[in-house]
């Protein structure tokens, strides 16, 4: 059986093995949110790579270069600089998630010119957001960095001395006919079309090869490299063969120990041994994914992937007014000539230059954009007894309309519920709408209501949705009949006066809301709880689970 290798062992020789050959790998595939134990792996990478960082939204003269207006102004001639593309052969991708099919294209046309290499770093919340399939397919690597620990970074270390001499042997690296007949079989068994796949396997392998000091590429690299490259790709998982192995005896007479050997030749069963050092390398639960649908469900699809979230990037155009150029600032031309065309008569006069335009610093306009980001709709139901069960019925099935709603918009979804003396996040924001729905089903009824609590909740939500770039919107679905405090204990005036406190701390901080009366009358409370809370209010106390979808949808979209 094969042992397997410590995450952060594992991690240290990948990053070793991009050191040793970035061009022939293409680069890596860093999935992680951003934090300290991503900052401490990017150090490692950097002690081995210098490279330089650029985010999805970078313009295309910092790309590919061109003319430099403030250096020209000064020169009174035209300046030109390069672009990061010619100046750089390793690049980092913030933000790689958000990226653009345009983008992702200029990228990949630029990986496959010679000597290139980009790391991108893949922020993606949820399993449905990840890079672009262009540049996912040109990256050889790929490392989850989900359970490792900031201690365990400690020991993550690479040997720069081991990776100038495994740069030295790395042409020296024998590769057998048996070894690539081996690595296009797994990538085939594995679902991966196309040779690219294989091609990195083989770079990745030989690159570890050479690490190990071996002259040839052995069964281990092969499984190491499969791990690394193949995991990813994977859209399918190999039946194993059902005949018994141990019943046919070798040609040749030796026993099976020659195919057992880690470091030996390419003879064993490798598709049952690549699976298991495979497995380490996949999220949990993603094999048992593939072998249940036959297709990798959490990757490789372009469904919610960065390409479609344009709207964190582009927007309605905004007048263009005179600022300095920053970055991915593009001029307004038209705004530029006009601002600059009441002046030409007076410049001419005082000035030598007597034909042509004359342009100045302070007549240049960027132009601007107002961005909208992606929207949060955090449900806090409440499901405490004094809902009735027909009304939690009828929330619940209007909640779920708008989760399908939410759904066709690309809105995320979150779900707070309060009852007895506390409030539980039963579901972080998701695009998952059969998820958010099961969680939803099984929301229990009964107990006191924790109004308070449930705001809290929402609260804590909302602002943990802004630091991912989201806009919230707080939906409070109650009667209003408050009678548990924030510290758990019972009493109406208490409790009703600390769901005021929170509403107007929410207030405060800006977050929008919407108030939807589940009682059986309107009630006036809520009213001028909804008015603390700066959120509109809704009195529904007869309408089924349909119309207060509407009235709903009507409220956020006014």
């Known amino acids: 059986m094969t042992n397997t290798p410590d995450q952060t062992v594992r991690i240290g020789r990948a990053l070793s093995a991009l050191a040793i050959d970035p061009e022939g790998i293409g ?84 990986l496959d010119s010679s000597d290139r290499c980009l790391i991108a770093l893949d922020e993606g919340a949820d399993a449905d957001e990840h890079i672009p399939n262009a540049l ?3 990256l050889g690597l790929f490392l989850d960095l989900d359970g490792l620990r900031l201690g365990q970074t400690e020991r993550l270390v690479i040997s720069h001395d081991a ?48 690490l190990d000091g071996s002259d040839a590429i052995e069964v281990r690299h092969v499984e190491e490299a499969a791990a690394l490259v193949l995991a990813p790709r994977a859209t399918t998982i190999p039946v194993p063969d059902d005949a018994p192995q141990a019943d046919t005896p070798p040609p040749d007479g030796s026993d099976h120990q020659s195919t057992e050997n880690d470091g030996g030749e ?24 593939i072998a249940n649908t036959g297709r990798a469900a959490t990757r490789g699809g372009d469904a919610g992937s960065g390409d479609r979230r344009t709207s964190n990037r582009r927007g309605r155009p905004l007048p263009s007014r005179a600022t300095s150029s920053g970055h991915g600032s593009r001029i307004d031309v038209v705004a530029t000539l006009r601002a600059a065309a009441p002046w030409q008569t007076l410049r001419a006069q005082v000035s030598e230059q007597k034909k042509g335009l004359s342009i100045r610093r302070s007549d240049i306009r960027m132009r601007r954009f107002e961005n909208r980001n992606d929207r949060v709709l955090i449900f806090c139901v409440d499901a405490s ?12 099935g209007a909640v779920e309309l708008l989760l399908g709603d939410a759904y066709a918009r690309r809105d995320h979804v979150a779900l707070v519920a309060f009852r007895g003396t506390g ?20 929301l229990p009824g009964g107990g006191g209501t924790p109004l308070a609590a449930g705001l809290e909740t929402g609260l804590r939500m909302s602002l943990a949705a802004e630091r991912q770039g989201l806009s919230p919107t707080l939906v409070l679905l109650t009667d209003g009949r408050a009678n548990i405090a924030r510290d758990g204990t019972a009493g109406r005036a208490a409790a009703w006066d600390d769901s005021v406190t929170t509403a107007k701390h929410i207030r405060t901080l800006g977050i929008d809301g919407l108030i939807i009366d589940t009682g059986a009358r309107p009630n006036a409370a809520l009213q001028d709880l909804s008015g603390q809370l700066g959120a509109d209010y809704l009195a529904l106390p007869r309408a089924n689970a349909e119309a207060l979808s509407k009235s709903v949808r009507l409220s956020l979209e006014s």
Request: glycine share 8%.
């Open 27 to 110: 680069g890596l595939w860093l999935r992680s949110r951003a934090g300290p134990v991503r900052d401490k792996v990017m150090e490692v990478v950097s002690s081995a790579l210098p490279h330089l960082r650029i985010t999805p939204n970078i313009a295309d003269t910092q790309l590919y270069g061109g003319v430099s207006i403030s250096d020209s102004i000064a020169a009174g001639r035209a300046v030109y600089s390069d672009g990061v593309l010619a100046q750089q052969s390793i690049l980092a991708l913030a933000m790689a998630e958000r990226c653009s099919v345009a983008m992702a294209g200029r990228l990949a046309q630029w």
């Open 136 to 138: 996912a397919d040109r």
């Open 163 to 210: 990776i100038s001499a495994a740069q030295t042997r790395l042409a020296d690296v024998a590769t057998s006919p048996d070894s690539l007949s081996a690595i296009v079989a797994l990538s085939m068994s594995f679902g991966c079309p196309g040779m690219r796949a294989p091609g990195l396997t083989l770079a990745v392998a030989r690159a570890l090869a050479a």
């Open 266 to 289: 390419l003879g064993g069963p490798l598709p049952d041994r690549v699976l298991e050092a495979m497995s380490v390398a996949l999220p949990n639960g993603l094999l048992n994914t």
């Open 385 to 396: 007894g004094s809902a009735a069960m027909a009304r939690m019925a009828e929330a619940k």
């Open 423 to 442: 409030a539980e996040e039963l579901l972080p924001p998701t695009r998952s709408l059969v998820q958010t729905k099961r969680r939803l089903s099984a």
